[in-house]
C-alpha cells in the first residue's frame, strides 16, 4: 500500500534557530507534494505546492526564503523552516500525491510536530 | 471567513448510531469534495470523494453532495469507537486542480460505547 513516512515526529527547538523535516513515500511515485501547517487549533494552512521537475509554488504568506523545499525524485521531499519563532509552532504535514492514480487522493505522513521555544 | 465551513464542532453519538457531518463552500469555485479523518496523533487520512450531485456509499459511510448549495455530508451507519476522530471536509475547483484543496476547520466525532 501507499504510505508516507515524515521524521522527525516532533521536534523542539530555539527561537531563530532552523530546523528541517522531510517526507518519503512509500509504495507509489510522489509526483506532487503539498506542505501544510496545522494550527493547534487544528486549522489547514497550505504552505507550498511541489511537483517533481517543476517550480515550488509557495501560497501567499509562505515563501522559499522562510520554508525552502526540496523534492529531487518521486519518493523524497523535505522542507526547512528558516529562523523559527513561537507563530511557526503547528504540525507540518507532507501530502503526496500519486501520479500513476489518476485519483487525486493525497496520503499523509504522521505529521513533524514543531514547538519553539 | 473561511472558504470550507464544518458543522457541528463535536458530536457525540452512541456505538451504533448514526453520525451525520456537514460541510459548505462559500466559494462557487469549489466543486470537488473529499472527506477526511485524522486520529489522535496521526496525519489526515482521505476516506472519501464527492464530486457529482447525489449520494455516494462506501461501506458505512455516505457521502452527499448538492453543488447548487455547495453543501455536502458524511453519514457514519452503525458507527464504532473506532471511529471517533476529527473529520475534515476539503474542496478544491476542479477535479485535477491538486493544488487547491482547501480544508474545513474539522468535526470532532466522538462514539460512546
Known amino acids: 500500500g501507499a504510505l508516507v513516512y515524515q521524521y522527525p515526529r516532533r521536534t523542539i527547538c530555539k527561537s531563530g534557530t532552523s530546523m528541517r523535516m522531510e517526507c518519503q513515500a512509500v509504495g507509489f511515485q510522489a509526483t506532487s507534494v503539498a506542505w501544510y501547517r496545522q494550527s493547534p487549533q487544528k486549522t489547514f494552512e497550505l504552505i507550498a505546492l511541489s511537483t517533481v521537475n517543476s517550480a515550488i509554488k509557495y501560497e501567499q504568506n509562505f515563501t522559499q526564503e522562510k520554508f525552502p523545499i526540496s523534492h529531487p525524485n518521486l519518493s523524497f521531499s523535505s522542507m526547512t523552516v528558516l529562523n523559527a519563532y513561537l507563530e511557526d509552532r503547528g504540525l507540518y504535514l507532507c501530502g503526496a500525491r500519486d501520479g500513476a492514480n489518476s485519483n487525486e487522493r493525497l496520503f499523509f505522513g504522521h505529521g513533524t510536530k514543531l514547538s519553539v521555544l | 471567513q473561511q472558504k470550507v465551513q464544518q458543522s457541528p464542532e463535536s458530536l457525540s453519538v452512541p456505538e451504533g448510531g448514526m453520525a451525520s457531518l456537514n460541510c459548505t463552500s462559500s466559494d462557487r469555485n469549489f466543486q470537488y469534495f473529499w472527506w477526511y479523518r485524522q486520529h489522535s496523533g496521526e496525519g489526515p487520512k482521505a476516506l472519501m470523494s464527492i464530486f457529482s450531485d447525489g449520494d455516494k456509499k462506501e461501506g458505512r459511510f455516505t457521502a452527499h453532495l448538492n453543488k447548487a448549495s455547495l453543501h455536502v455530508s458524511l453519514h457514519i451507519r452503525d458507527s464504532q469507537p473506532s471511529d471517533s476522530a476529527l473529520y475534515f471536509c476539503?474542496?478544491?475547483?476542479?477535479?485535477?486542480?491538486?493544488?487547491?484543496?482547501?480544508f474545513g476547520a474539522g468535526t470532532r466525532l466522538a462514539v460512546c460505547p
Open positions: 476539503a474542496a478544491s475547483p476542479q477535479s485535477g486542480s491538486f493544488n487547491k484543496l482547501t
